[in-house]
T-cell receptor, first 114, second 111 residues
Framework: DTEVTQTPKHLVMGMTNKKSLKCEQH?????MYWYKQKAKKPPELMFV???????INESVPSRFSPECPNSSLLNLHLHALQPEDSALYLC?????????????FGPGTRLTVL | GNSVTQMEGPVTLSEEAFLTINCTYT??????LFWYVQYPGEGLQLLLK?????DKGSNKGFEATYRKETTSFHLEKGSVQVSDSAVYFC??????????FGTGTSLTVIP
């Protein structure tokens, strides 16, 4: 299995809602990532988990809360988002052994905040 | 620090034309280099990679050679197809589980 899956594919939420994005991989990768991508832009790194521990937080607002329950799952909890948070949210995974291995990306969750 | 500079788009080519998308990088140490492709409405897919100087990555007719002397990793394809229309991202990975992406180049191939 060389796939990263993400659910849901699309999400529309109001600014007062609480929702979660989910990501799963079964490749035995021990590094997992959340990215935010705006249209026609490269992905922007949000969070990195290495061996289920948060290793990088790129100064992301606290309305985004990541969670890594186990080595295969990664969640992103959303609360009190703003319209400018509307974007494609991508999950990725990789072997963390050297830090130079390719990242495998999921198809993304298209988030719209009303 | 680490960074990637990528040719600005958009690029429009006729089917069967030759494609080059330029990519240069700045890195500390010895990075790995990648090209990713993103089709409309999808995530990023790894197109090819090279892990050391003079390596050539290739896939689906695309090629790129890791040139340390010119710090470049240009993407080429001899004959593009309509199905190659997508956004292409050059990226590097050095130690620390972090990727550095170029700005992306949008390619449209017309029949």
């Amino acid at each position: 299995d060389t796939e990263v899956t993400q659910t849901p594919k699309h999400l529309v939420m109001g600014m007062t809602n609480k929702k979660s994005l989910k990501c799963e991989q079964h490749m035995g990768h021990r590094a997992m990532y959340w990215y935010k991508q705006k249209a026609k832009k490269p992905p922007e790194l949000m969070f990195v988990y290495s061996y289920e521990k948060l290793s990088i937080n790129e100064s992301v607002p606290s309305r985004f809360s990541p969670e890594c329950p186990n080595s295969s799952l990664l969640n992103l909890h959303l609360h009190a988002l703003q319209p400018e948070d509307s974007a494609l949210y991508l999950c990725a995974s990789s072997h963390p052994s050297t830090g130079k291995n390719e990242q495998f990306f999921g198809p993304g969750t298209r988030l719209t905040v009303l | 620090g680490n960074s990637v500079t990528q040719m600005e788009g958009p690029v429009t080519l006729s089917e069967e034309a030759f494609l080059t998308i330029n990519c240069t990088y700045t890195a500390t140490g010895y990075p790995s280099l990648f090209w990713y492709v993103q089709y409309p409405g999808e995530g990023l897919q790894l197109l090819l990679k090279a892990t050391k100087a003079d390596d050539k990555g290739s896939n689906k007719g695309f090629e790129a050679t890791y040139r340390k002397e010119t710090t470049s990793f240009h993407l080429e394809k001899g004959s593009v197809q309509v199905s190659d229309s997508a956004v292409y991202f050059c990226a590097l990975s050095s130690t620390g589980n972090q990727f550095y992406f170029g700005t992306g180049t949008s390619l449209t191939v017309i029949p």
